[in-house]
């Protein structure tokens, strides 16, 4: 226990930090009967789904692969995990699920999570979660765990718990973590690896709710995931507090996006959108000169673009009318003064 530092606590694995690529490992166990299998598995290389676990043929299923990837995941090792996972949901189920429970199911997650960086450091994480709520995390890095939980345990409870815990982590879950994620890294790292610039836009709309504007900053299309993006007003950032957006959304083609905006009212202050990437060598700035009359005049003229189109098309009416009028004038005139002849004419040639 004297390698264990007791957190209270609990916070959430963030995304994997630039020049480092991790292994996730989300597990699910249901207890009760439910359509869906008893425990499962989804296993994921950084961002990119590599494939999953089904508990009941005890067989890993490979997702997205363009390349032999038999000797990646090690049956024998998941068997063995999946065993030691059995017991530990089976474990949490009579300490956490109330005696008097009237629910038909409960479900229990586990997250692993192994990480290695450029520099060859590596790291592995669990967490526990109980009703969807995170309930302990053990952390293990450079030969030290760190716990984080809320479970109402004793010290004299939890020590067990926690030393059966540290040596499966520091034993089994570790290594054979961080060897698949290093075999799934030769197969698949040109994939994880790549680099796509964002494009990216400072955007002016007028807001119709509130009558005043929205300047919107997007970057679209990049990878990887990280990005830093800014919104600044006459070259300082705007506070978070006013800027709405910002979540990370995923692209059909396996890139991402992320749009800030920013409320604002009629004024001539100069607004940068500035994008910070790994594929970028120095950071994006994208300006907007803020022009009081460019709203207005972006509604004027489409609108004087459909007037004259309007008067265009009923002038061309118009013409085509009085043309066709004239026209049907002439041949009825050509065909009166045609039948005056011959009725004038028709006298001489009796005589």
């Given at each position: 226990?004297?390698?264990?530092?007791?957190?209270?606590?609990?916070?959430?694995?963030?995304?994997?930090?630039?020049?480092?690529?991790?292994?996730?490992?989300?597990?699910?166990?249901?207890?009760?009967?439910?359509?869906?299998?008893?425990?499962?598995?989804?296993?994921?290389?950084?961002?990119?789904?590599?494939?999953?676990?089904?508990?009941?043929?005890?067989?890993?299923?490979?997702?997205?692969?363009?390349?032999?990837?038999?000797?990646?995941?090690?049956?024998?090792?998941?068997?063995?995990?999946?065993?030691?996972?059995?017991a530990h949901f089976i474990e949490r189920s009579d300490y956490l699920r109330p005696i008097n429970h009237t629910e038909s199911h409960v479900v229990y997650q586990v997250l692993g999570l192994c990480e290695q960086r450029d520099d060859k450091r590596t790291q592995m994480i669990t967490k526990s979660a109980f009703r969807g709520s995170t309930t302990d995390e053990l952390r293990f890095f450079d030969g030290k765990f760190t716990y984080q939980g809320t479970l109402n345990?004793?010290?004299?409870?939890?020590?067990?718990?926690?030393?059966?815990?540290?040596?499966?982590?520091?034993?089994?879950?570790?290594?054979?973590?961080?060897?698949?994620?290093?075999?799934?890294?030769?197969?698949?790292?040109?994939?994880?690896?790549?680099?796509?610039?964002?494009?990216?836009?400072?955007?002016?709309?007028?807001?119709?709710?509130?009558?005043?504007?929205?300047?919107?900053?997007?970057?679209?299309?990049?990878?990887?995931?990280?990005?830093?993006?800014?919104?600044?007003?006459?070259?300082?950032?705007?506070?978070?507090?006013?800027?709405?957006?910002?979540?990370?959304?995923?692209?059909?083609?396996?890139?991402?996006?992320?749009?800030?905006?920013?409320?604002?009212?009629?004024?001539?202050?100069?607004?940068?959108?500035?994008?910070?990437?790994?594929?970028?060598?120095?950071?994006?700035?994208?300006?907007?000169?803020?022009?009081?009359?460019?709203?207005?005049?972006?509604?004027?003229?489409?609108?004087?673009?459909?007037?004259?189109?309007?008067?265009?098309?009923?002038?061309?009416?118009?013409?085509?009318?009085?043309?066709?009028?004239?026209?049907?004038?002439?041949?009825?005139?050509?065909?009166?003064?045609?039948?005056?002849?011959?009725?004038?004419?028709?006298?001489?040639?009796?005589?």
């Open positions: 226990m004297d390698r264990i530092l007791f957190i209270i606590t609990i916070l959430l694995p963030a995304a994997s930090p630039r020049g480092s690529h991790s292994l996730w490992m989300l597990i699910t166990y249901i207890n009760g009967e439910t359509q869906f299998p008893k425990l499962s598995g989804t296993f994921m290389l950084d961002d990119i789904t590599v494939g999953y676990y089904d508990y009941e043929t005890r067989s890993y299923v490979a997702r997205g692969n363009t390349t032999n990837e038999e000797d990646v995941v090690d049956p024998n090792h998941l068997n063995i995990i999946s065993n030691y996972l059995i345990y004793t010290a004299i409870e939890i020590k067990p718990y926690l030393e059966l815990s540290m040596w499966r982590l520091e034993t089994v879950y570790y290594p054979a973590c961080i060897k698949t994620l290093q075999s799934y890294l030769k197969k698949r790292g040109t994939q994880v690896k790549r680099k796509v610039k964002p494009r990216v836009r400072l955007i002016q709309k007028t807001n119709s709710d509130s009558g005043g504007f929205r300047v919107s900053c997007l970057a679209t299309g990049f990878y990887p995931r990280h990005m830093n993006l800014t919104l600044l007003r006459d070259g300082q950032p705007v506070s978070d507090h006013e800027i709405t957006g910002g979540d990370l959304l995923p692209n059909g083609d396996g890139t991402y996006q992320m749009r800030k905006s920013l409320e604002i009212s009629a004024d001539e202050h100069k607004y940068t959108c500035s994008a910070i990437h790994l594929s970028l060598d120095n950071k994006m700035d994208v300006t907007l000169e803020f022009d009081p009359g460019e709203p207005f005049k972006s509604v004027i003229l489409p609108v004087l673009i459909v007037l004259v189109l309007m008067l265009m098309f009923g002038t061309g009416a118009v013409i085509y009318k009085c043309r066709k009028r004239r026209a049907v004038s002439s041949s009825n005139c050509d065909y009166s003064a045609a039948s005056k002849s011959e009725e004038n004419m028709e006298p001489s040639s009796r005589s």
